[in-house]
């Protein structure tokens, strides 16, 4: 029988170093940040025409229960069919998460080799990535775990360190130890060595083998994963993990769990090996990574979207929503949103994240969520607001439909502005094309819906004494949102 390759992708992470473009409602992992498609798309796609003896299934997929439909959405626009999604209510790092893909993997009986994959890295040489991935389906189906290590072109203090053996075994190395993150003398000494490796957090291991280690190693983990699976319901392409079990699993990652043990436990008969990766790795962690993959134009500048520069060298301009110039730059990080600005020096971008943690502190949404915030069903933005006023931009996917809802405080108008509009409004049902209108009143029971196909745009003007997301009744809804928490995912 032919052993198959699982890829399970981890879309956990919120990026804060990314900030203000990735949040936690919008992390990097769905937005384009090195060419046209997003980085979960590319992770999914990354493995599409690898030759040799594998046999590709399609892709497993850990995420937040929140981003469930940012996931699913983003995988029909890249074509991706078949593909589970794993949804975990509550972060608990890598461990836990390939633990529960594991046991989804083989509960149809099947022992596929899995190669975990974060959904936020960018890999420009696919050919030699595949060529790796093929070393490491060898060595892994062979009962090893293999992880990559990133061969290292500079002292880089912003990643982690795998540090080797020397003799070569089928185009793996023995791993020796894990390093954390170094100062500027112990990288230039890791360099200098020779036998270090940036640790791209990478992993290709049999389902069964890494189910054996976590036995071995973390039963705790494994003991709540399973429980958790046990009670797990299924749904469309969504797998639910039971929530209370899995949310008591301790957290911790696939280095800690497992990796760094493997070389200490020889009697286990789980080699812990590593593969030199050199296929344009990035994690793009930072805006100064995001710039390092990006092309430069003559004065080493890269620039995404509308944005003007003179005299300006080895910068980076990212603009969201409207021009951004600069004159005279050196180093500098211009980054804009409709919401917030960032400027920064890019030999510190790393601390953008005391930013965010700062915004948190404060209470301010802005380390949450963008203004223009992302719906099963499609997308509002709110482009003006004030004391008992709101106006938001909403546009409803074809055929898509809001929940049958009510609020208790606000009122809203309704002005359809491109498309056709069904509109439930108390006993009446109505179609409304471009430049008409309803008025919904306060505790009518509402529901919008697109019957076309194509977008249907309307402008909403709310009006009350309450404007939060949290003011929402909700009777039926096509997504299951009706049991779940009032607020998420209006």
Same mark, same amino acid.
């Given at each position: ?5 699982? %890829? @399970? ?22 937005? +384009? ?25 399609? %892709? ?43 046991? =989804?993997? @083989? ?43 990133? @061969? ?10 795998? =540090? ?101 436990? %020889?009697?286990?008969?789980? #080699? +812990? ?12 962690? +930072? ?102 006023? #709101? ?36 006993? #009446? ?31 909403? @003007? ?29």
């Amino acid at each position: 029988m032919t052993d198959q390759l699982l %890829p @399970v992708i981890l879309c956990g992470g919120s990026g804060t170093r990314l900030w203000p473009l990735s949040r936690e409602t919008y992390p990097k992992q769905f937005h +384009a940040l090195a060419g046209d498609s997003s980085m979960l798309q590319d992770t999914a796609t990354r493995l599409h025409g690898i030759s040799g003896d594998v046999a590709l299934a399609a %892709p497993l997929l850990v995420c937040n229960i929140e981003h469930r439909f940012l996931v699913a959405t983003q995988l029909q626009q890249a074509q991706i069919e078949n593909a589970r999604i794993l949804l975990e209510p509550t972060g608990r790092n890598t461990a836990p998460a390939l633990t529960i893909a594991a046991l =989804q993997a @083989v509960s149809a009986g099947a022992d596929p080799v899995m190669l975990a994959m974060p959904a936020d890295h960018v890999i420009s040489d696919r050919k030699a990535f595949h060529e790796s991935v093929q070393v490491a389906f060898n060595a892994a189906r062979a009962g090893q775990m293999v992880t990559f290590g990133i @061969v290292a072109d500079r002292p880089e203090t912003g990643y982690g360190y795998i =540090q080797h053996g020397t003799t070569e075994q089928g185009g793996t190395f023995e791993v020796q130890s894990f390093v954390e993150k170094p100062d500027l003398v112990r990288a230039q000494s890791y360099l200098a060595a020779g036998n270090y490796l940036w640790n791209s957090g990478l992993f290709v291991v049999r389902a069964s083998v890494w189910l054996k280690a976590m036995k071995a190693f973390r039963p705790d983990i494994l003991s709540a994963c399973e429980q958790s699976m046990n009670g797990a319901q299924r749904d469309m392409d969504f797998v639910r993990p039971e929530s209370n079990a899995f949310q008591s699993s301790p957290s911790d990652s696939i280095d800690y769990a497992v990796m760094e043990r493997l070389p200490k436990m %020889p009697e286990l008969g789980i #080699q +812990a090996r590593v593969v030199p990766l050199k296929a344009g790795w990035s994690d793009v962690g +930072a805006w100064d990574a995001l710039w390092a993959v990006r092309e430069h134009d003559a004065d080493g500048n890269a620039i995404i979207g509308n944005a003007v520069q003179h005299g300006c060298t080895n910068s980076l301009f990212l603009s969201s929503s409207r021009l951004v110039t600069g004159v005279g730059l050196d180093n500098i990080a211009v980054v804009e949103t409709p919401d917030a600005i960032l400027v920064a020096d890019m030999r510190r971008t790393q601390d953008v994240k005391k930013i965010v943690a700062h915004l948190q502190t404060y209470g301010q949404a802005l380390a949450h969520s963008h203004r223009k915030v992302h719906r099963p069903w499609g997308w509002y933005d709110s482009i003006d607001y004030g004391e008992r006023f #709101q106006v938001k931009r909403i546009v409803v996917n074809p055929g898509a439909s809001l929940s049958l809802q009510m609020h208790h405080h606000r009122a809203e108008h309704w002005v359809v502005v491109k498309g056709t509009a069904e509109v439930t409004n108390g006993d #009446q049902v109505l179609l409304l094309g471009e430049n008409e209108s309803t008025f919904i009143p306060l505790g009518h029971v509402h529901r919008l819906r697109n019957p076309g196909k194509l977008p249907l745009e309307i402008v909403e @003007v709310q009006s009350g004494s309450y404007l939060g997301e949290d003011d929402i009744v909700r009777f039926e809804d096509t997504y299951g949102r009706v049991a779940e928490k009032a607020g998420v995912n209006n």
